[in-house]
C-alpha cells in the first residue's frame, strides 16, 4: 500500500518541479523593448493657386432659324404652265430667280389692249389742243378781248388729259400684271415647303409656299442678367466683326461639328415670367453656298450649344467645382501640411469651375482629394513628400 502512494507521488512532484523551474527561468529572461506602430498622416492631392486674369465664356444654347421666312403668295390669278426644276422642299434659289410661272395670254392681251386705249387718249389730247387752237383762232378775227375758257376748249383739253393718265395707269397696271405671272424668289432662299403644282389653276394672294432665306441664320438665346455682365457692350452701328463671337457645337451623324457667329443684338426686354433677356446669335452663310471646305452646313431647326466669347477680369482664382464647398469654403494645406477651412468671395460658378475673387493667395495649396471628415488642424502629406511629422503608438 506504501509502494502505491510512492508511485503516485513521486509524478506529481516531478511535474510540479519542472513547472516551477520554468517559471523561474522565464521570469529571469528581459523583456524585449516595446515598439509602437507607424501612423502616417493621408496622403491628399492638391493644387497651387495662381491668380491672374480670365477670360470668360458665356454658355447658352438655341435652334438655328432663318433671319427672313416668308410665305410666297400668288399676286395674280391663273393656270399654272411652268414650274422650275428646283421647285420642292429643299431646292435653293437665288434672289430674282423663277420659281414658276402663270400661264400669260390673257395678261398679254389685257397689255395690247392698254397700250390701244393709251394710243387713243394720246390722239384725243392732240386733236383737242388742235381745236383748241382753231377755236382760239376764230374768237380772235371776230372780236377782241378776253377770250372765255369754255371757247378756247380748255376744259374738253383737261378731260381728255384726264383720259390720258388714265391709260397710262391702266398701261402700266398691265405691264405689272404680266410680270407677275412670274413668281421669283424675294432673297437667296431655300423653299421649306411647297402648296402648288404644275397645271393647278390658282386665284390670287393663293400661297404657294414657305421660303427661307439663307444669307443669314439666327439663335435666339436667353441671358441672366450676369451673363449680360460678362458681355461686352455692342456698339450700335460697328462691323459685325467687332461683336462678340460665338461659337457653336453640335453632334452631326456621330461627329461634332463647329460654327462660328456673332452676337448682333439684344432684345432689351426681360422676359417677365423667367427674368432673364433675350439675344440674338446670327451665322452668315449657314448653309455654306460658298462651298467652303473648312466647315459644313448649319440647316435652319438644328438645335446647337455655344459658348459666347466675354470679358476679361483680372485678379481671379480658378478651382474646380468640387474644390469648393456649398458654404463658400475651401481647405488650405498650410506650410506646417495642416488642414485649414478658408472663406472665400465667389465671383462666378459655371459647369466645371469656380471663379474666386478673394480669400486666397498666390502659391498657397488647396487640397482637391475629398475626404469623408477633414478637421481644421489635421495633418496630411502630399505626393512627392517625405513626411516628417509621422507618430507612432505609445509615445
Request: proline share 6%; hydrophobic share 45%; no cysteine.
Given at each position: 500500500?506504501?509502494?502505491?502512494?510512492?508511485?503516485?507521488?513521486?509524478?506529481?512532484?516531478?511535474?510540479?518541479?519542472?513547472?516551477?523551474?520554468?517559471?523561474?527561468?522565464?521570469?529571469?529572461?528581459?523583456?524585449?523593448p516595446r515598439q509602437g506602430v507607424e501612423r502616417l498622416p493621408v496622403l491628399v492631392e492638391y493644387t497651387v493657386i495662381e491668380v491672374g486674369p480670365v477670360r470668360f465664356q458665356v454658355p447658352t444654347q438655341g435652334n438655328v432659324m432663318p433671319r427672313f421666312a416668308t410665305q410666297l403668295t400668288a399676286e395674280v390669278g391663273g393656270r399654272i404652265?411652268?414650274?422650275?426644276?428646283?421647285?420642292?422642299?429643299?431646292?435653293?434659289?437665288?434672289?430674282?430667280?423663277?420659281?414658276?410661272?402663270?400661264?400669260?395670254?390673257?395678261?398679254?392681251?389685257?397689255?395690247?389692249?392698254?397700250?390701244?386705249?393709251?394710243?387713243?387718249?394720246?390722239?384725243?389730247?392732240?386733236?383737242?389742243?388742235?381745236?383748241?387752237?382753231?377755236?382760239?383762232?376764230?374768237?380772235?378775227?371776230?372780236?377782241?378781248?378776253?377770250?372765255?375758257?369754255?371757247?378756247?376748249?380748255?376744259?374738253?383739253?383737261?378731260?381728255?388729259?384726264?383720259?390720258?393718265?388714265?391709260?397710262?395707269?391702266?398701261?402700266?397696271?398691265?405691264?405689272?400684271?404680266?410680270?407677275?405671272?412670274?413668281?421669283?424668289?424675294?432673297?437667296?432662299?431655300?423653299?421649306?415647303?411647297?402648296?402648288?403644282?404644275?397645271?393647278?389653276?390658282?386665284?390670287?394672294?393663293?400661297?404657294?409656299?414657305?421660303?427661307?432665306?439663307?444669307?443669314?441664320?439666327?439663335?435666339?438665346?436667353?441671358?441672366?442678367?450676369?451673363?449680360?455682365?460678362?458681355?461686352?457692350?455692342?456698339?450700335?452701328?460697328?462691323?459685325?466683326?467687332?461683336?462678340?463671337?460665338?461659337?457653336?457645337?453640335?453632334?452631326?451623324?456621330?461627329?461634332?461639328?463647329?460654327?462660328?457667329?456673332?452676337?448682333?443684338?439684344?432684345?432689351?426686354?426681360?422676359?417677365?415670367?423667367?427674368?432673364?433677356?433675350?439675344?440674338?446669335?446670327?451665322?452668315?452663310?449657314?448653309?455654306?453656298?460658298?462651298?467652303?471646305a473648312d466647315r459644313s452646313a448649319l440647316p435652319f431647326g438644328r438645335f446647337v450649344r455655344m459658348q459666347l466669347q466675354g470679358i476679361e477680369v483680372n485678379d481671379l482664382v480658378e478651382l474646380p467645382r468640387y474644390a469648393?464647398?456649398?458654404?463658400?469654403?475651401?481647405?488650405?494645406?498650410?506650410?506646417?501640411?495642416?488642414?485649414?477651412?478658408?472663406?472665400?468671395?465667389?465671383?462666378?460658378?459655371?459647369?466645371?469651375?469656380?471663379?474666386?475673387?478673394?480669400?486666397?493667395?498666390?502659391?498657397?495649396?488647396?487640397?482637391?482629394?475629398?475626404?469623408?471628415?477633414?478637421?481644421?488642424?489635421?495633418?496630411?502629406?502630399?505626393?512627392?513628400?517625405?513626411?516628417?511629422?509621422?507618430?507612432?503608438?505609445?509615445?
Amino acid at each position: 500500500m506504501a509502494v502505491k502512494k510512492r508511485l503516485i507521488i513521486v509524478p506529481i512532484l516531478i511535474i510540479t518541479a519542472a513547472i516551477l523551474i520554468f517559471m523561474a527561468l522565464s521570469s529571469s529572461r528581459p523583456t524585449p523593448p516595446r515598439q509602437g506602430v507607424e501612423r502616417l498622416p493621408v496622403l491628399v492631392e492638391y493644387t497651387v493657386i495662381e491668380v491672374g486674369p480670365v477670360r470668360f465664356q458665356v454658355p447658352t444654347q438655341g435652334n438655328v432659324m432663318p433671319r427672313f421666312a416668308t410665305q410666297l403668295t400668288a399676286e395674280v390669278g391663273g393656270r399654272i404652265h411652268w414650274v422650275s426644276p428646283r421647285f420642292v422642299a429643299g431646292g435653293f434659289f437665288s434672289k430674282g430667280e423663277v420659281l414658276l410661272r402663270i400661264d400669260d395670254f390673257d395678261f398679254r392681251t389685257a397689255l395690247e389692249e392698254a397700250k390701244a386705249n393709251l394710243a387713243r387718249a394720246q390722239a384725243m389730247v392732240a386733236e383737242e389742243r388742235a381745236r383748241g387752237q382753231v377755236a382760239e383762232a376764230e374768237w380772235r378775227s371776230i372780236q377782241a378781248g378776253e377770250i372765255p375758257e369754255l371757247g378756247l376748249r380748255r376744259p374738253q383739253l383737261a378731260s381728255e388729259l384726264a383720259n390720258l393718265q388714265s391709260a397710262q395707269a391702266r398701261l402700266a397696271q398691265a405691264e405689272r400684271n404680266l410680270e407677275r405671272t412670274e413668281i421669283k424668289a424675294p432673297f437667296n432662299g431655300v423653299l421649306q415647303s411647297r402648296n402648288v403644282n404644275l397645271g393647278q389653276f390658282i386665284p390670287a394672294n393663293a400661297n404657294i409656299g414657305s421660303f427661307f432665306g439663307t444669307d443669314v441664320a439666327e439663335i435666339r438665346v436667353a441671358l441672366s442678367e450676369f451673363d449680360l455682365a460678362l458681355l461686352p457692350a455692342i456698339e450700335p452701328g460697328a462691323a459685325v466683326d467687332t461683336f462678340p463671337t460665338a461659337i457653336l457645337k453640335a453632334e452631326v451623324a456621330g461627329e461634332s461639328r463647329q460654327w462660328q457667329g456673332h452676337l448682333i443684338r439684344t432684345e432689351g426686354v426681360i422676359d417677365a415670367d423667367s427674368r432673364v433677356t433675350y439675344a440674338v446669335i446670327a451665322v452668315e452663310d449657314p448653309y455654306n453656298l460658298a462651298e467652303d471646305a473648312d466647315r459644313s452646313a448649319l440647316p435652319f431647326g438644328r438645335f446647337v450649344r455655344m459658348q459666347l466669347q466675354g470679358i476679361e477680369v483680372n485678379d481671379l482664382v480658378e478651382l474646380p467645382r468640387y474644390a469648393v464647398t456649398s458654404n463658400q469654403q475651401v481647405w488650405v494645406i498650410t506650410p506646417e501640411r495642416t488642414l485649414e477651412l478658408r472663406d472665400v468671395e465667389i465671383f462666378r460658378r459655371d459647369r466645371n469651375a469656380v471663379y474666386i475673387r478673394s480669400g486666397l493667395a498666390a502659391g498657397e495649396l488647396v487640397m482637391l482629394t475629398q475626404l469623408e471628415n477633414p478637421l481644421n488642424g489635421l495633418r496630411v502629406r502630399i505626393p512627392g513628400e517625405e513626411n516628417p511629422h509621422a507618430t507612432a503608438d505609445g509615445e
